[in-house]
């Protein structure tokens, strides 16, 4: 399964749009969709000996599809990693980080700040296989380097953190985990490999919810798990075979279509997000802004310096307003008053989307931990899109102004 014939020294850019298995006999210019579960062979003595080495050709859906390697290889590409593989989202890629890296007896660092779904994956579900996980400030160093235990096998962080945007330090993170005997992933999902390079700041692993900005548009499943070719191949890939977390190919097609247009979406969504942020940061009904490309947020510095200068796209707010209810009711003004955005849980799409944190992705949360989160009844995130700035001001403009 080797790559097209590239030159050396390309740039990301053109990794982007080039990177992809050859094309077939056909000669087709856009990467082939493989809608197939089995693959013919030519006899018997091959089908044995690619049933032997799976990496050497195509036999079962569940193992290996072209386009579903196509992807992992532009994937892989932009990520600066040896290798990627392809997850049926992004929560099969963490699960499948975690029966690869994980026995029995071992222990966890993991952000309290990270995505709801991995919190309960590492907490819970982990927890039943004798996995236990401590979980640290996303951005106090010395509490990740006191919750090491002798035991500790996997430092998993996620940066920035969805809502709040709080910037952890990847390298630092790095020389903690190698300090300590332990590996380092990261959750690479609010960046995209357009604007940070984990594995260049020393992360082992790179995790991706390849639902959000890779596909772009918001319309597949999709994730994936990169790293050195080594784990890929002897560790990953049997997990995914045995277990089936296998990422479709149709889906594939998609994701690997959408890193096409990856970089420009984000350099173009991150521009729209800091216009809304200073906009949003100089309104009298607004209490607090946070967004990492903003002088003000506490992380600006190494988030320009992590995240290639530009702070990403999602933006997230307080309303002013006072008692709970009161902030409640004024953010759900200004999220029922747009006509442009839309009402959703999903980031990552073309389409700009507002959201209610307090009584969505934390709203299972009792109000004392929301509290302790930093996630108040007033605060309101943004997934900014692609859709003219002005208008997604005007839009947000309409609910502010009534407060
Ligand atoms: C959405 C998301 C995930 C999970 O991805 P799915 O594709 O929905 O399984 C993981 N991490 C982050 C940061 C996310 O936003």
Not at 382 to 393: C, K, N, P, T
């Given at each position: 399964?080797?790559?097209?014939?590239?030159?050396?020294?390309?740039?990301?850019?053109?990794?982007?749009?080039?990177?992809?298995?050859?094309?077939?006999?056909?000669?087709?210019?856009?990467?082939?969709?493989?809608?197939?579960?089995?693959?013919?062979?030519?006899?018997?003595?091959?089908?044995?000996?690619?049933?032997?080495?799976?990496?050497?050709?195509?036999?079962?859906?569940?193992?290996?599809?072209?386009?579903?390697?196509?992807?992992?290889?532009?994937?892989?590409?932009?990520?600066?990693?040896?290798?990627?593989?392809?997850?049926?989202?992004?929560?099969?890629?963490?699960?499948?980080?975690g029966m690869g890296v994980l026995r029995a007896g071992d222990h966890v660092v993991c952000s309290r700040s990270v995505f709801g779904s991995t919190l309960n994956l590492f907490a819970k579900e982990f927890g039943k296989f004798g996995v236990e996980s401590t979980f640290v400030s996303q951005t106090?160093?010395?509490?990740?380097?006191?919750?090491?235990?002798?035991?500790?096998?996997?430092?998993?962080?996620?940066?920035?953190?969805?809502?709040?945007?709080?910037?952890?330090?990847?390298?630092?993170?790095?020389?903690?985990?190698?300090?300590?005997?332990?590996?380092?992933?990261?959750?690479?999902?609010?960046?995209?490999?357009?604007?940070?390079?984990?594995?260049?700041?020393?992360?082992?692993?790179?995790?991706?919810?390849?639902t959000k900005y890779l596909d772009g548009q918001g319309r597949v499943m999709a994730g994936a798990l990169c790293g050195p070719s080594k784990w890929i191949a002897d560790v990953f890939a049997p997990i995914v075979r045995t277990a089936g977390m296998t990422l479709s190919p149709f889906n594939a097609?998609?994701?690997?279509?959408?890193?096409?247009?990856?970089?420009?979406?984000?350099?173009?969504?991150?521009?729209?997000?800091?216009?809304?942020?200073?906009?949003?940061?100089?309104?009298?009904?607004?209490?607090?802004?946070?967004?990492?490309?903003?002088?003000?947020?506490?992380?600006?510095?190494?988030?320009?310096?992590?995240?290639?200068?530009?702070?990403?796209?999602?933006?997230?707010?307080?309303?002013?307003?006072?008692?709970?209810?009161?902030?409640?009711?004024?953010?759900?003004?200004?999220?029922?008053?747009?006509?442009?955005?839309?009402?959703?849980?999903?980031?990552?799409?073309?389409?700009?989307?507002?959201?209610?944190?307090?009584?969505?992705?934390?709203?299972?949360?009792?109000?004392?931990?929301?509290?302790?989160?930093?996630?108040?009844?007033?605060?309101?995130?943004?997934?900014?899109?692609?859709?003219?700035?002005?208008?997604?001001?005007?839009?947000?403009?309409?609910?502010?102004?009534?407060?």
């Amino acid at each position: 399964m080797t790559e097209k014939k590239l030159p050396a020294g390309l740039h990301r850019e053109t990794l982007a749009v080039r990177t992809a298995l050859p094309p077939s006999q056909w000669g087709e210019n856009s990467e082939a969709l493989f809608l197939t579960s089995g693959f013919v062979q030519p006899d018997a003595e091959t089908m044995a000996h690619r049933f032997a080495h799976p990496q050497e050709g195509y036999t079962y859906g569940r193992t290996s599809n072209p386009t579903v390697t196509s992807f992992e290889q532009r994937l892989a590409a932009l990520e600066g990693t040896e290798a990627a593989i392809g997850t049926a989202t992004g929560m099969a890629a963490i699960l499948l980080l975690g029966m690869g890296v994980l026995r029995a007896g071992d222990h966890v660092v993991c952000s309290r700040s990270v995505f709801g779904s991995t919190l309960n994956l590492f907490a819970k579900e982990f927890g039943k296989f004798g996995v236990e996980s401590t979980f640290v400030s996303q951005t106090d160093l010395a509490e990740w380097k006191a919750a090491l235990r002798p035991n500790t096998r996997l430092l998993f962080a996620e940066t920035p953190t969805n809502p709040l945007t709080e910037v952890c330090d990847i390298r630092a993170l790095a020389d903690v985990a190698h300090g300590a005997g332990a590996v380092l992933a990261v959750d690479n999902c609010f960046c995209s490999p357009a604007l940070q390079r984990p594995s260049e700041l020393g992360a082992d692993f790179v995790i991706h919810s390849g639902t959000k900005y890779l596909d772009g548009q918001g319309r597949v499943m999709a994730g994936a798990l990169c790293g050195p070719s080594k784990w890929i191949a002897d560790v990953f890939a049997p997990i995914v075979r045995t277990a089936g977390m296998t990422l479709s190919p149709f889906n594939a097609w998609v994701v690997l279509k959408g890193l096409e247009t990856l970089g420009i979406r984000m350099q173009a969504q991150s521009a729209n997000a800091l216009a809304i942020a200073r906009f949003l940061q100089a309104h009298p009904a607004v209490q607090r802004v946070y967004y990492p490309g903003l002088a003000s947020h506490p992380q600006h510095e190494l988030a320009l310096r992590q995240q290639s200068g530009l702070g990403g796209a999602v933006v997230s707010f307080d309303v002013k307003g006072g008692d709970p209810q009161t902030l409640r009711r004024n953010a759900f003004t200004v999220i029922d008053s747009s006509e442009v955005m839309s009402i959703a849980t999903n980031l990552g799409d073309t389409k700009s989307i507002i959201t209610h944190p307090a009584t969505t992705s934390h709203g299972r949360l009792t109000e004392e931990q929301r509290q302790a989160a930093g996630i108040g009844q007033g605060l309101i995130r943004l997934a900014v899109g692609l859709e003219h700035v002005d208008d997604i001001q005007a839009d947000l403009q309409r609910g502010l102004s009534k407060l």
